[in-house]
Structures are given as C-alpha cells and as structure tokens.
C-alpha cells in the first residue's frame, strides 16, 4: 500500500519500548547474572551482603539522605505504596493527588479500603495536574511524581513545604533514575526495579524519611495490618527490613540482576548521567512531535511532560473525528502495524488511558534506536489511514 512516506531502511536494534517492564541495559545478557546465590537462603551471609549492597547502591546512586532509611519490600511498587498507606495514614487528614490510572488507584484504596472519612481529593484529567497551590501539606500528602499512564509529572518540589506538619508519600516508579527528587520535600518514596534501570518484577523499594519512621513508631492504625506490611515490634522500627532483611523471600536471581543495573548505572556516571540519557529519548520524540501534525504530547504543557513514560494523542482531524472506539482501534491499528514488522514492541496506550502511543524513553534506551523508530511513526500511520480510507471507500 502506497504511503507519502517512503518504508524506512533502519531499524532500531532494541525494539523493546515498553513501559513496564522496561527494556534491560544495553548489552545485558543471562552472564551478567552468573554471581547469583542461586539456591542459598537469603538470611545466609552472602545473601544478606547482596540484599545490602542493593541498599548501599540504592542510596548513593539516588542521593538520599544518610538518615532516611530503604528497604526492599515485596510485591514491586504497588506493594510498596500499599505498605506506607495502610502502616501511616489515618493519624490525620489527608490530600489525595491523582492525574491517571495509578494514583486513581491509591485514591480507591484510601477511600474504599482503609474507609478514611477525611479525605481531600485532587483530580485532573489526563494530561494536566491538579492545582497544586490548594493542597494543604498540614495533612498527609499522597501523589505520584510521573504519571507512568499520563506522562504527566511534577515540575520539581517547589510546591512542598519545608515546615509541613503531615507526610508526604511518593509514589516516584517511573522517576527514580530518570528526574531530580529533593528527598528533604519527600516523605516516603517507592518505586519498583523494572522501571528506569530495566530489572525485573516484583521486588519493591520503600524509603522513609525520619518523620515516616517517627510517625511509625508513635501511631498504630486502627486495622489490623498483614505480616508483610508490619514495619514495627514493640512500638520499634523493625531496623533490619532496611538493612537487607527482609520481610519476605526475595528472588535472588533477581536481586542480582537489580545489582547488574545499579552497576551500570554508576559507571555511566551516576544519577546525572541516567538522567541526561532520558532526556535525550525524550527530546527525539518531542522534536518529532513538533514536525508532525498528526501526533501531539498527551501532557498539555511542556513542563510538565514526562522524560521517561511519554504519552502520545493521534490529532489529525479526520481520526480525531472518529468516536472514540474508532479512534482506540485506529491506534490500536498502529500498534500492530510496529510490531509486526519488528520495529516497537508494547508502546501502545495504557488501557485507562486515551487511546495513542507510550513510548518509553528511560535510560537503558540508546538514543540512536529512538531516532530509528521515529520515521516507523510516520510510515505506520500512513499506512494504518490509508487502510482506513480504503475501508470507508
């Protein structure tokens, strides 16, 4: 089928553009693993030295402060955001923050599960941010600082006070290793191993800060909490979660692949480095998206458009004159088209979403790959219309 844009010759050598799991580390392979305990109990010495060497790598790749601790917790990010609401929340109001499907999410749980009567919610469609300047950080605070469905984020901390009274908990999957966090604004920050870094599921990181700890050993909750969510004995913060031991069996084999990547992460150079690395994807799609009018930044404002889950909206008028089953099986269209010829596997829209494209720009993504999928874009449109119109013929 003939398209105004010719077929491209290049192709991408990683095809793998997914947002969760993310795409491994330029040339990772099985081998890298092959210092694994495989068969060993995590309790064992070698075990507990690999789970703190994670902590250890954790820490000073990401900045985070000597006093804040960082545990490894089960059931990858969501566990660890159910682990800091149901363990901190109920001691005061709270504001709940929610511009997409994760962070919706966490209001269902606070709302319909912990059953909380003082709660603010503060929503926006996706592609915007709620009004930050009304929320009132003298209750507990709970938002996601890059929506991972949205490719919205937070600009920075700056809308965080320094003498707030309550919590503020992070739910940061898709920005740790990708975006600059003041950890000093940040109460308790979780994220997951498969996002940034390209480890594999679920295994979760909880930090907390000081206060956290504090409020945890002064308030009990008044449900009963699972095992696996207990961070205190005796009114006592349970010190050892944050020093490798964990509450549940963690897959070695896993944590040792979590440790490959915090390797390569510090030999690029650090945080600084991850981060120069996604904003370089990103600008390929952006510039991209500039040049073509068929395609537009679900994020309605450049500033707050993610580096690393970035969302894209179809906007040519006569697709976007379709109703929206139309237009989601357009995109849907689209998709396919990519990955049958190879070119970008799992990049479309998350299911609660607008329909369009994700494309995951983080740091294990090579820039030269981003820019060999660009003309794949257009062609795949083309021809994905093109098909449309034979159709309605």
């Not at 469905?149 to 920075?156: A, I």
């Not at 000081?210 to 005796?234: C, D, N, Q």
């Not at 379709?322 to 990519?338: E, R």
Request: hydrophobic letters at 45%; charged letters at 25%; proline letters at 4%.
């Amino acid at each position: 089928m003939a398209t105004a844009t010719a077929k491209p010759d290049l192709r991408p050598n990683n095809t793998h553009f997914s947002s969760g799991p993310c795409s491994k580390r330029p040339g990772w392979s099985l081998e890298a693993l092959s210092d694994a305990p495989l068969g060993r109990s995590h309790r064992a010495k070698v075990g507990k030295a690999k789970l703190k060497q994670a902590i250890d790598l954790t820490r000073e790749i990401l900045d985070v402060p000597a006093d804040y601790r960082i545990g490894i917790v089960p059931a990858s990010d969501t566990g660890a955001v159910e682990m800091a609401l149901w363990s901190l929340l109920g001691e005061r109001g709270v504001d709940m923050l929610a511009w997409e499907s994760f962070g919706a999410g966490w209001v269902t749980d606070v709302v319909k599960q912990l059953k909380l009567k003082d709660v603010r919610k503060f929503e926006a469609d996706y592609g915007l941010l709620p009004n930050l300047a009304e929320v009132d950080f003298d209750r507990d605070v709970v938002f996601t600082w890059n929506g991972t469905t949205s490719g919205v984020r937070v600009e920075n901390a700056d809308f965080i006070p320094a003498d707030r009274k309550g919590l503020t908990i992070c739910d940061a999957t898709s920005a740790a290793f990708a975006q600059d966090m003041d950890f000093s604004k940040l109460d308790v920050v979780t994220f997951s191993w498969q996002k940034v870094l390209g480890g594999e599921g679920g295994h979760g990181m909880l930090i907390l800060s000081p206060r956290a700890v504090e409020r945890l050993e002064s308030y009990v909750p008044a449900w009963p909490l699972p095992k696996i969510f207990r961070m205190t004995k005796g009114g006592k913060l349970i010190e050892g979660i944050f020093t490798g031991e964990t509450i549940n069996t963690p897959s070695m084999l896993c944590v040792e692949d979590y440790l490959d990547a915090l390797n390569w992460a510090k030999s690029l150079g650090g945080l600084k480095a991850l981060t120069a690395r996604a904003d370089a994807n990103a600008k390929v799609i952006f510039d991209f998206v500039a040049a073509n009018d068929w395609i537009a930044n679900l994020a309605v404002k450049d500033e707050t458009r993610s580096n690393t889950s970035v969302c894209l909206k179809i906007v040519d008028p006569a697709i976007a004159a379709l109703d929206a089953d139309a237009q989601a099986a357009f995109a849907k269209g689209l998709v396919s088209i990519l990955e049958k010829e190879g070119v970008a596997l799992d990049i479309g829209a998350y299911r609660d979403a607008p329909s369009g494209l994700r494309i995951w720009a983080g740091a294990t993504i090579e820039t030269a790959d981003m820019q060999a999928l660009m003309p794949w874009l257009s062609w795949a449109f083309e021809t994905q219309k093109a098909a449309l119109s034979k159709a309605a013929a």
